[in-house]
């Protein structure tokens, strides 16, 4: 029994690893497309630098661009590498932490819900995107939570300095900074309420509070005009200018947005996908046999997640923000599977049919759009949808790029 039990694991092992090469491949080959595109609301988000003085943002891209200058390659390829390199390096570390974990079943559930790691393969265009420094943050954090040597801590301070000058959501997100933490301590059956055990996350918390706050209050004196020169002074198209770059100057509040979140049905829709995402965790947490502790954990997993909602109202791409979120509810659902009152399979109902059933329908029914889609997102069925309308489509904004792959397909499908 013991050995069909490991060949089972063995099998799921490999299975797991096909799945993240998958993730890594599906990513390096939109993030190519539409850096060398040059999007402006993707590669514009990257290209974000001090050019034009201090600006929310700006960190790594003033980096990239001073490194591409120095080396004389291209802007674009060194921010494609680095992009692509974070997030092979994330689903690396991702891969180790549930490696040892692939017998709870309810963990292939979650890896597999379209709102969380396929996020990025239902909608290609949250490929590229910056959020992928902060979830590479937590994952660096959670694989050292053992590590207390100074050089650690200070290079994990550092690192929240910079990706938080890099994006600000990152400040929206450190509570779960906390909740890891204390989920570790209560696995080593330490003191949870022993201040001392929480001096990094209190101090990068306090630095990250007065940075957002002077983010916020300096970026109104960044000049557009002059980041944008600088960017078409080394061969950039003008174009890269008109999308993330743009919206820097743009003071987007709640009586803004408002409206259309309205129009697009934004309240209904996310609460959706955030029950389907979110629900199955949270049925996992009040299976757990401490009463006590699980009321304690889902408190802190509502504060954390409203927390982290706070930074809502000023965008209109709620999906990449929820799917950040939903990522780190899973890290913390991986630290929880760590505790020794965890049970190891859950069943949601009694019938076995209907327990695969209800799974399927869950992961491919539906999906998670980023942003801008009045409608649910239809699931698989959209990915059919969008590569028949890509194949099929002769518009001038479908043919002006060289697209191999689609010349491909339709000369598989002999399309003419």
């Not at 109202?313 to 990449?320: L, Q």
Request: glycine content about 2%; proline content about 2%.
């Amino acid at each position: 029994m013991k050995i069909n039990n490991y060949n089972l694991i063995i099998n799921k092992n490999n299975f797991i690893i096909i799945f993240f090469i998958f993730l890594i491949l599906n990513y390096i080959f939109f993030n190519y497309r539409i850096l060398f595109r040059e999007n402006g609301y993707i590669l514009g988000d990257w290209l974000i630098n001090y050019n034009g003085g201090f600006v929310k943002r700006g960190f790594i891209g003033h980096l990239l661009f001073n490194i591409s200058k120095e080396i004389n390659i291209s802007l674009i390829h060194i921010i494609f590498f680095f992009s692509s390199s974070i997030y092979i390096a994330t689903m690396i570390i991702l891969y180790r932490i549930i490696k040892n974990k692939l017998q709870i079943k309810i963990l292939l559930f979650f890896l597999f819900l379209p709102s969380v790691l396929l996020f990025n393969f239902f909608d290609p265009l949250t490929v590229g995107r910056k959020e992928i420094l902060i979830l590479f943050f937590f994952c660096i954090y959670y694989i050292n939570l053992d590590n207390n040597k100074y050089l650690y801590k200070i290079s994990i301070y550092f690192l929240s300095i910079i990706f938080l000058l890099s994006h600000e959501i990152l400040f929206f997100e450190l509570p779960y900074l906390f909740l890891l933490r204390y989920l570790h301590l209560k696995k080593n059956n330490k003191n949870i309420l022993d201040f001392k055990d929480y001096n990094l996350e209190i101090l990068i918390f306090s630095t990250s509070l007065i940075l957002i706050f002077l983010i916020f209050l300096f970026t109104k004196y960044h000049n557009n005009d002059l980041l944008c020169k600088s960017l078409t002074e080394v061969g950039l198209n003008t174009n890269v200018c008109y999308g993330a770059i743009n919206d820097l100057k743009i003071n987007e509040v709640i009586s803004i947005l408002h409206p259309y979140f309205i129009l697009k049905n934004y309240y209904l829709n996310y609460s959706l996908y955030t029950f389907l995402t979110l629900s199955p965790l949270a049925y996992v947490y009040l299976k757990s046999e401490n009463c006590l502790f699980k009321n304690k954990l889902i408190l802190l997993l509502v504060i954390c997640f409203a927390f982290s909602l706070m930074f809502a109202p000023r965008v209109n791409d709620w999906g990449r923000y929820l799917n950040l979120s939903f990522l780190l509810q899973f890290l913390i659902f991986l630290k929880f599977t760590e505790i020794s009152l965890v049970k190891k399979n859950f069943t949601f109902f009694a019938n076995k049919y209907l327990n695969i059933f209800i799974i399927l329908a869950l992961l491919t029914s539906w999906h998670m759009p980023h942003c801008c889609n009045p409608r649910l997102g239809d699931g698989y069925y959209d990915i059919y949808s969008r590569i028949k309308s890509r194949i099929y489509d002769q518009s001038e904004n479908s043919t002006k790029f060289n697209d191999l792959p689609r010349e491909y397909l339709r000369k598989l499908f002999k399309i003419h």
